[in-house]
């Protein structure tokens, strides 16, 4: 189907089977909370199974399969829709077949809502409505998100990476049945839409079941397309801001640019292994260091977002340590940058890395999210052949890409004085 894209992986590996359906359309800051919020109103009912306790019982005659809303966001990519896990049809107790009647509850669910007077069920949208706004509300209620949020919104203000995959408030607040249900065409009609399947079902098999279950699917002449912006620092001198909270611990993060260096460039894979000895595992330079040695933070730890090219430093410290901590999370990039990094930091953060992709293939659901970020990004790599590719990074290669790094925002979430 235009604009439709199907993976199937074929294993008898698991005993059930996954089933994802996505929605991808650009992150925008006035449609973010709409679309966060379609998946869970749909969720609760469609015309054939108008409420949630039908919808159960329909599921419970799947051997009580689930199928759960799913908002992620990828680079500068909204992703909206649903997951389906069911018990797989070689498994069944009389060989019943589970694929075609669970793609064809979640092509319900999706496609043919319950409607009241043309648009979505009013009760349905506010109820889910008050969650969504619950949801966003609640975000500062764990202060090492918030912060990690907050700088991002701060770094990335005038880029749609700042916008959050939830939305916010006012936006969320606003929603009526009606706007919903014109953002729920346009999303229907203009994204790109990813289907995923992993189970022991043959592939043309898996075809036919979506192509039945998504056959109402509107598609328009154009759809979106979903670029990431890729910024390179140029301020002089990073951002420094400050918020008070009545925190008893002091949350520190850092956010740099990476130079360029994304999934789509040659040395990703060094910069993937950066991280990994920089902050990104339990024997990092970060944790290793200013966590354990110095005893300057709580945590410490680094992640990158391989679409947007920028690379994060996440800390808890004291309030009064805030300078100590600050110049020794940069000491440690630092000492990177000239290379100074042991075999054995090199070696555990290669097999880690390697380790980390191999065992992909081991889960369902991150198979499926791996597929997913890799479709965002217009990637047909696998986890197998990223792996091989860190096997071959080198020190020099490592030291080069943290030489790349550049320091753009800090955010410190401190205590209200007195």
């Known amino acids: 189907m235009p604009g439709v894209h199907l993976r199937a992986i074929h294993t008898k590996k698991f005993k059930s089977a996954y089933l994802s359906v996505t929605c991808m359309t650009p992150l925008d800051g006035a449609r973010a909370a709409e679309n966060a919020l379609i998946p869970y109103v749909l969720r609760r009912g469609s015309r054939e199974h108008p409420d949630m306790e039908a919808v159960s019982a329909a599921l419970d005659e799947l051997y009580g399969g689930s199928i759960e809303p799913m908002v992620r966001k990828k680079g500068e990519t909204q992703c909206v829709g649903f997951a389906a896990s069911f018990m797989d049809d070689a498994y069944t107790l009389e060989g019943e077949t589970i694929l075609e009647p669970a793609a064809k509850l979640l092509g319900e669910l999706l496609l043919r809502p319950r409607t009241q007077e043309g648009v979505f069920f009013q009760a349905y949208v506010e109820g889910e409505r008050a969650n969504l706004v619950d949801r966003i509300r609640g975000q500062v209620n764990d202060k090492r998100v918030y912060a990690t949020l907050r700088m991002k919104q701060i770094m990335c203000r005038e880029e749609a990476y700042g916008v959050d995959v939830w939305g916010d408030e006012a936006h969320a607040a606003a929603i009526t049945p009606q706007s919903l249900w014109t953002a729920y065409q346009r999303l229907l009609a203009r994204s790109e839409v990813e289907v995923y399947y992993c189970g022991s079902a043959d592939p043309e098999r898996v075809e036919r079941a979506l192509r039945s279950a998504l056959a109402g699917l509107p598609r328009a002449e154009e759809l979106d397309e979903t670029p990431c912006e890729i910024r390179l620092h140029s301020a002089a001198e990073p951002q420094l801001v400050e918020d008070a909270m009545d925190v008893t611990q002091g949350k520190l993060a850092m956010g740099f640019r990476t130079g360029g260096i994304t999934a789509w460039e040659e040395d990703f894979p060094a910069l993937v292994l950066l991280n990994a000895v920089y902050g990104g595992t339990s024997l990092s330079k970060l944790f290793m260091n200013v966590r354990e040695k110095l005893s300057l933070c709580y945590y410490a730890s680094s992640v990158v977002d391989k679409m947007k090219g920028i690379l994060w430093v996440s800390s808890g410290i004291e309030f009064d340590k ?61 986890p197998q052949s990223m792996a091989r590719r860190i096997e071959q990074v080198t020190r020099e290669q490592v030291s080069a890409a943290a030489q790349k790094l550049e320091l753009d925002t800090i955010y410190f979430l401190k205590g209200q004085e007195g």
Do not use: C, P
């Open 322 to 382: 805030y300078q100590q901590a600050r110049d020794e999370i940069l000491a440690q990039l630092e000492a990177v940058r000239r290379g100074e990094i042991e075999d054995g930091e090199l070696e555990g953060a290669r097999r880690t890395m390697m380790t980390a992709y191999l065992t992909t293939m081991d889960s369902q659901a991150r198979q499926e999210d791996f597929w997913l970020g890799q479709a965002a990004a217009g990637l047909d790599e696998d």
